[in-house]
Nanobody, 121 residues
């Protein structure tokens, strides 16, 4: 089982910056991908950014050039650096991990508890 603990949310003015952190712990064989999703009120959860164990990253079009995902594989940590924040970035941000509990098991997806980010003046 994988536990994901997020930190770094809060209130920020438009144009400001925030950094989210997420640490994975527990018993597992490996974690292939770690990333961030977000869900705004009345909207579906969407991918923000994801980084694989091999170093490949992908971003939602709406955050390209503003957000940067990074990962410390050895520590099972993932970060999201968010710059030039806009009111439409307001949402609950969830850390996610796709991992393998054992060497022979199939992939499982795990979620953090979510952290609120509000971009407002």
């Amino acid at each position: 089982q994988v536990q994901l603990v997020e930190s770094g949310g809060g209130l920020v003015q438009p144009g400001g910056s925030l950094r989210l952190s997420c640490a994975a712990s527990g018993s597992f064989f490996s974690i292939h991908a770690m990333g961030w999703y977000r869900q705004a009120p009345g909207k579906e959860r969407e991918l923000v950014a994801q980084r694989t164990l091999g170093g490949n990253s992908n971003y939602a079009d709406s955050v390209k050039g503003r957000f940067t995902i990074s990962r410390l594989n050895a520590e099972n940590r993932v970060y999201l650096e968010m710059n030039s924040l806009k009111p439409e970035d307001t949402a609950v941000y969830y850390c996610s991990a796709m991992g393998y509990p054992t060497m022979t098991s199939g992939p499982h997806e795990y979620w953090g508890q979510g952290t609120q980010i509000t971009v407002s003046s």
